[in-house]
Nanobody, 115 residues
Framework: VQLQASGGGLVQAGGSLRLSCAAS????????MGWYRQAPGNKRELVAS???????NYADSVKGRFTISRDNAKNTINLQMNSLKPEDTAVYYC??????????WGQGTLVTVSS
């Protein structure tokens, strides 16, 4: 499975960005997909995830501001990020979990929120 992420960039606080991730390869093996982020000096943390059935999970810090969606037919997920804060600044990684709990990662896309 290969993951290609896009959509990062620079935005002012309060603004919005949309991240996209497209999966290719043996996509039929994918169960959950999601987004993680890692800020300098911090551990990588889960931002949001979505199951193949559409069940979502969000970090408390982004609830009400971020929305994850999935198109199983196109093997894509999106992360709509609204009301962005400077503390959302990080490299965002697309993640997919396979049937045997193997993890796949995209290349990372930088999101910078200026105050």
């Amino acid at each position: 499975v290969q993951l290609q992420a896009s959509g990062g960039g620079l935005v002012q606080a309060g603004g919005s960005l949309r991240l996209s991730c497209a999966a290719s390869g043996t996509t039929f093996t994918i169960d959950d997909m999601g987004w993680y982020r890692q800020a300098p000096g911090n551990k990588r943390e889960l931002v949001a995830s979505i199951s193949s059935g559409g069940r979502t999970n969000y970090a408390d810090s982004v609830k009400g501001r971020f929305t994850i969606s999935r198109d199983n037919a196109k093997n894509t997920i999106n992360l709509q990020m609204n009301s962005l804060k400077p503390e959302d600044t990080a490299v965002y990684y697309c993640n997919a979990v396979g049937s045997f709990n193997e993890n796949y990662w995209g290349q990372g896309t930088l999101v910078t929120v200026s105050s």
